[in-house]
T-cell receptor
Framework: KQEVTQIPAALSVPEGENLVLNCSFT??????LQWFRQDPGKGLTSLLL?????REQTSGRLNASLDKSSGRSTLYIAASQPGDSATYLC??????????FGTGTLLAVQP | DAMVIQNPRYQVTQFGKPVTLSCSQT?????MYWYQQKSSQAPKLLFH???????NEADTPDNFQSRRPNTSFCFLDIRSPGLGDAAMYLC????????????FGPGTRLTVL
């Protein structure tokens, strides 16, 4: 059974700092991995999708990497801003695109 | 703008009183999903439709049903809500069934009194 873990559960950093969020999964037989952002009481916004054949994806200040064999992904956020404060969720997708989510990392960027 | 819309955003119901949540999409995607997210927990897939084909997760309670009358709309019916069903319900869509980005709606927050 696939399990997804995100560490740390919460993170507080000063504005401008670069940071890394971690995601690990137990079954390496995945089709893709997605990173999402969730603001309090809101739905999920897709940030990056990495196919199983890819090693990384970049969008603006965000860079996500995938090491399928070791069951790990990282989300790197450069030059963090207060507007980046949110919960970040990673999710792994299988053949039917069913997503198994981690419980998220709550990020607070202090002005 | 193309998007995933959920109505209502907030729903209050009484214990045991049936409730229906609505999701619509303008993306013309083939696949629609319903997730349940309880407080401080990860979203959990309840079921999904690929076109008209319904796929139920093994551990989804029988109390939860779904309908997809056309490509654009999908409904979540909770026949007899219990206190444990209070959660955020998230609808998502994707163009393809595998290895494709899922786009989420804003969610419906369900409160059961």
């Amino acid at each position: 059974k696939q399990e997804v873990t995100q560490i740390p559960a919460a993170l507080s950093v000063p504005e401008g700092e670069n940071l890394v969020l971690n995601c690990s999964f137990t079954d390496s037989a995945i089709y893709n991995l997605q990173w999402f952002r969730q603001d309090p009481g809101k739905g999920l916004t897709s940030l990056l999708l990495i196919q199983s054949s890819q090693r990384e994806q970049t969008s603006g200040r965000l860079n996500a990497s995938l090491d399928k064999s070791s069951g790990r992904s990282t989300l790197y956020i450069a030059a963090s801003q207060p507007g980046d404060s949110a919960t970040y969720l990673c999710a792994v997708g299988g053949a039917t695109n069913k997503l198994i989510f981690g419980t998220g990392t709550l990020l607070a960027v202090q002005p | 703008d193309a998007m995933v819309i959920q109505n209502p955003r907030y729903q209050v119901t009484q214990f045991g009183k049936p409730v229906t949540l609505s999701c619509s999409q303008t993306l013309n995607h083939n696949v629609m999903y319903w997730y349940q997210q309880k407080s401080s927990q990860a979203p959990k897939l309840l079921f999904h439709y690929y076109d008209k084909d319904f796929n139920n997760e093994a551990d989804t309670p029988d109390n939860f049903q779904s309908r997809r009358p056309n490509t654009s709309f999908c409904f979540l019916d909770i026949r007899s809500p219990g206190l444990g069903d209070a959660a955020m319900y998230l609808c998502a869509t994707s163009r393809l069934a595998g290895a494709d980005t899922q786009y989420f709606g804003p969610g419906t927050r369900l409160t059961v009194l």
